[in-house]
C-alpha cells in the first residue's frame, strides 16, 4: 500500500505537523483543533532505504498494509548505490 509522510499547517494557528497515512489526506490541527487541513507537502514513503550496521536495507510497505505500513525486507546491500539500482531495476 501506499505510504506518505504528510506535511501540515493550521490556516487558524499556522502551527505545523507531520502524519503518516496512506493517502493524502486532510488532517485536523492537534494545537486548535481546526478541521480538515490539506497537506502543503507529501513524502512518499511506500519503499525506504535504511542503514543497519554496515548494510543499506530495502523496505516495502505491501498492499495489505491497512493502518500502518507493515514494512517488509526486499533486500540488503553493501553500497546505498546498489540499493537505489535494485529498486529502480524492480520498479518499486
Known amino acids: 500500500m501506499a505510504w506518505f509522510l504528510n506535511h501540515y499547517e493550521c490556516l487558524r494557528c499556522k502551527s505545523k505537523w507531520t502524519d503518516q ?14 478541521r480538515q ?16 550496521g554496515r548494510d543499506f536495507v530495502v ?15 526486499l533486500g540488503r546491500f553493501p553500497t546505498r548505490e546498489q540499493a537505489l539500482a535494485f529498486l529502480s531495476a524492480d520498479g518499486y
Not at 497515512?21 to 481546526?34: I, K, M, R, V
Not at 495489505?64 to 507493515?70: G, K
Open 59 to 73: 523496505r516495502w510497505s505491501p498492499e495489505t498494509a491497512e493502518s500502518e505500513p507493515d514494512y517488509r525486507e
Open 21 to 34: 497515512w496512506s493517502c493524502l489526506c486532510d488532517d485536523d490541527c492537534p494545537h486548535c483543533g481546526a
Open 37 to 52: 487541513m490539506s497537506p502543503h507537502l507529501a513524502e512518499e514513503l511506500t519503499t525506504l532505504i535504511e542503514r543497519d
